[in-house]
């Protein structure tokens, strides 16, 4: 197994660089219409980010385990080869658009990737704001691992997608033209994803290629000026609310549902999800279920 480097971790100087560079723009030309910079939710997504990377590093220990027990029980193996490797790239990438729309749809996924949309600003260190509980992830890549690819090769192409997506985190560019807004994902389409709106909602889930979701219905363009955030926002720069805000609101709902169902519901229902009517027709009780979100 060739030794394959982990690209975010050799883009780190380079994202460093670019959200230096895009900060000073908007100091030396503000405008009023872009959410810019604002320096405690830029230094919390840093944080965010650096966090991350600590978390990380323990989470992948059970899973590198996990991939390395079904690698070696599958009798496949794919070849890491100058061609195999965009073969790879392409696999990661239909997954993480399945896994990405799981993080938006399942509730308590959702509470791991909320935190990536927690900021009312979209610039490029809001791509660092990555959340503490990576751990929820590894299921979605598992077909790959079982049809051959190497854990590591998994790794690999998954770093590659997370330093593309570094750069479509701004409002300095506008529109791409026509046939790479068509095929790729790109700062116009990721503007969308992380609006607040109702018909930008749980939109535009690619990584690299924005083709899976005008496959799968997914795909909106951008039209209105996007509003960054949550449809409830929260209102604290600690790291340690931000990243579990979400699990702490899920406890709170489960301890107070009606029922088995309602408790269900709250965990691996959408984050908007309420409870039905009752049997005998009367509306079940129990506190109300947050809003859905970007």
Same mark, same amino acid.
């Given at each position: 197994?060739?030794?394959?480097?982990?690209?975010?971790? =050799?883009? *780190?100087?380079?994202?460093?660089?670019?959200?230096?560079?895009?900060?000073?723009?908007?100091?030396?030309? $503000? @405008?009023?219409?872009?959410?810019?910079?604002?320096?405690?939710? /830029? /230094?919390?997504?840093?944080?965010?980010?650096?966090?991350?990377?600590?978390?990380?590093?323990?989470?992948? %220990?059970? %899973?590198?385990? *996990?991939?390395?027990?079904?690698?070696?029980?599958?009798?496949?193996?794919? $070849?890491?080869? &100058? &061609?195999?490797?965009?073969?790879?790239?392409?696999?990661? @990438?239909?997954?993480?658009? &399945?896994? !990405?729309?799981?993080?938006?749809?399942?509730?308590?996924? =959702?509470?791991?990737?909320?935190?990536?949309?927690?900021?009312?600003?979209?610039?490029?260190?809001?791509?660092?704001?990555?959340?503490?509980?990576?751990?929820?992830?590894?299921?979605?890549?598992?077909?790959?691992?079982?049809?051959?690819?190497? $854990?590591?090769?998994?790794?690999?192409?998954?770093?590659?997608?997370?330093?593309?997506?570094?750069? *479509?985190?701004?409002?300095?560019? @506008?529109?791409?033209?026509?046939?790479?807004?068509?095929?790729?994902?790109?700062?116009?389409?990721?503007?969308?994803? !992380?609006?607040?709106?109702?018909?930008?909602? @749980?939109?535009?889930?690619?990584?690299?290629? *924005?083709?899976?979701?005008?496959?799968?219905?997914? =795909?909106?363009?951008?039209?209105?000026?996007?509003?960054?955030?949550?449809?409830?926002? %929260?209102?604290?720069?600690? $790291?340690?609310?931000?990243?579990?805000?979400?699990? /702490?609101?899920?406890?709170?709902?489960?301890?107070?549902? /009606?029922?088995?169902?309602?408790?269900?519901?709250?965990?691996?229902?959408?984050?908007?999800?309420?409870?039905? #009517?009752?049997?005998?027709?009367? #509306?079940?009780?129990?506190?109300?279920?947050?809003?859905?979100?970007?």
């Amino acid at each position: 197994m060739p030794n394959l480097p982990d690209a975010v971790l =050799w883009s *780190i100087p380079a994202f460093v660089l670019l959200t230096i560079v895009e900060m000073v723009s908007y100091r030396i030309h $503000p @405008d009023e219409d872009k959410a810019g910079y604002e320096s405690k939710d /830029a /230094a919390t997504s840093v944080g965010m980010g650096l966090g991350s990377l600590v978390f990380d590093f323990f989470w992948k %220990i059970p %899973i590198v385990a *996990i991939y390395t027990a079904v690698h070696e029980l599958t009798p496949l193996r794919v $070849p890491v080869l &100058w &061609w195999t490797i965009p073969l790879m790239l392409l696999a990661q @990438d239909f997954c993480y658009y &399945w896994q !990405h729309r799981g993080h938006h749809v399942v509730r308590i996924l =959702w509470a791991s990737h909320v935190v990536h949309h927690s900021s009312r600003r979209f610039n490029l260190s809001t791509a660092l704001r990555q959340p503490w509980t990576g751990f929820t992830s590894w299921p979605f890549y598992l077909p790959m691992v079982a049809l051959g690819v190497h $854990p590591a090769a998994v790794a690999f192409c998954s770093s590659v997608s997370l330093v593309y997506q570094f750069w *479509i985190h701004t409002e300095r560019i @506008d529109k791409m033209p026509r046939p790479f807004e068509y095929v790729l994902n790109t700062p116009s389409h990721h503007r969308v994803h !992380h609006a607040s709106q109702g018909g930008y909602l @749980d939109r535009n889930f690619g990584g690299i290629l *924005i083709v899976w979701d005008r496959l799968f219905g997914s =795909w909106v363009g951008e039209t209105a000026k996007p509003e960054f955030g949550l449809t409830k926002n %929260i209102s604290t720069y600690n $790291p340690l609310r931000v990243a579990t805000h979400e699990y /702490a609101a899920i406890a709170r709902d489960v301890r107070a549902a /009606a029922n088995w169902r309602e408790r269900a519901g709250r965990v691996f229902r959408g984050p908007g999800w309420q409870p039905g #009517p009752r049997p005998d027709g009367r #509306p079940e009780t129990g506190p109300a279920a947050p809003e859905a979100v970007a």
